[in-house]
C-alpha cells in the first residue's frame, strides 16, 4: 500500500530534550516535506527537499533541522524543543513540488 | 512575498444548499493549485488546476481556475453533512516552496 509513515503519533517531552520524528515513504516521491499545523495560521512548510541530500527551508525553519540521506527518509530534528513548537505535525511526499502531496498521519508534539 | 488566502474562514450553511470557497494567489511562477479536504486527520487531495486544466469536476464538488485574475473557485452543490471539514488551497512556488493558505471551515447542519 502506497503511504507516508511517522513516528511517533503523539509525543509529550520537556524543554532542550532532544527529539526526531521519523518520516518514511514507499512511493518513490522525490520531494518530501514538513509542515506545522497551529489553529487559526494553517498548514505552515518548515523545511522541505527536492531530493537526496537537497534540502532547503521553509517558511517556519527556526528550531528544526532535517536530513535526507536515502530517498524514502525524512526525519525531522528538534535539538532544543521549546513549547512554542508545541504543534501538529505532518510530513509529507508528492512525485515533484507541482503535484499533490500524500500525507502522513501526524505527530501530536506537546512540549512542557 | 508569495502568498495563498481563503475565503471566508468558515461558513455554516444546511444541508442542501451549495457554497462557494475563495483562493486567491500571488506566487513566481505559477504552475499549479491544489484544493485539498481535512476532516479530524491528514489533509486528503481533492483537485489539481493547471494552466492546460483550469476547470475540474467530480460529483458533487467542482473547481474553476482563474490565471488573469488569480483565483479559484471551490463549489460543493446539495451538501451534506459528510462534507464538514476544513478546505485547504495550496499553490507550489516557484522557489519550490509549497503554500497553504489558512483555509475554510465548514460546517454542514442537518
Known amino acids: 500500500e502506497a503511504q507516508v509513515t511517522q513516528n511517533p503519533r503523539y509525543l509529550i517531552t520537556v524543554t532542550g530534550k532532544k527529539l526526531t520524528v521519523t518520516c518514511s515513504q514507499n512511493m518513490n516521491h522525490e520531494y518530501m516535506s514538513w509542515y506545522r499545523q497551529d489553529p487559526g495560521l494553517g498548514l505552515r512548510q518548515i523545511y522541505y527537499?527536492?531530493?537526496?541530500?537537497?534540502?532547503d527551508k521553509g517558511d517556519v525553519p527556526e528550531g528544526y533541522k532535517v536530513s535526507r540521506k536515502e530517498k524514502r527518509n525524512f526525519p525531522l530534528i528538534l535539538e532544543s524543543p521549546s513549547p512554542n513548537q508545541t504543534s501538529l505535525y505532518f510530513c509529507?511526499?508528492?512525485?515533484?513540488?507541482?503535484?499533490?502531496?500524500?500525507f502522513g498521519p501526524g505527530t501530536r508534539l506537546t512540549v512542557t | 512575498e508569495d502568498k495563498v488566502v481563503q475565503s471566508p474562514l468558515s461558513l455554516v450553511v444546511h444541508e442542501g444548499d451549495t457554497v462557494t470557497l475563495n483562493c486567491s494567489y500571488e506566487?513566481?511562477?505559477?504552475?499549479?493549485l491544489l484544493w485539498y479536504k481535512q476532516e479530524k486527520k491528514a489533509p486528503t487531495f481533492l483537485f489539481m488546476l493547471?494552466?492546460?486544466?483550469i476547470e475540474k469536476k467530480s460529483g458533487r464538488l467542482s473547481s474553476i481556475l482563474d490565471k488573469k485574475e488569480l483565483f479559484s473557485i471551490l463549489n460543493i452543490t446539495a451538501t451534506q453533512t459528510g462534507d464538514s471539514a476544513v478546505y485547504l488551497c495550496a499553490v507550489p512556488s516557484g522557489t519550490y516552496k509549497y503554500i497553504f493558505g489558512t483555509g475554510t471551515r465548514l460546517k454542514v447542519l442537518a
Open positions: 527537499s527536492m531530493n537526496v541530500e537537497v534540502t
Open positions: 506566487v513566481t511562477n505559477f504552475r499549479s
Open positions: 493547471t494552466s492546460s486544466g
Open positions: 509529507a511526499s508528492s512525485p515533484g513540488v507541482y503535484y499533490e502531496q500524500y
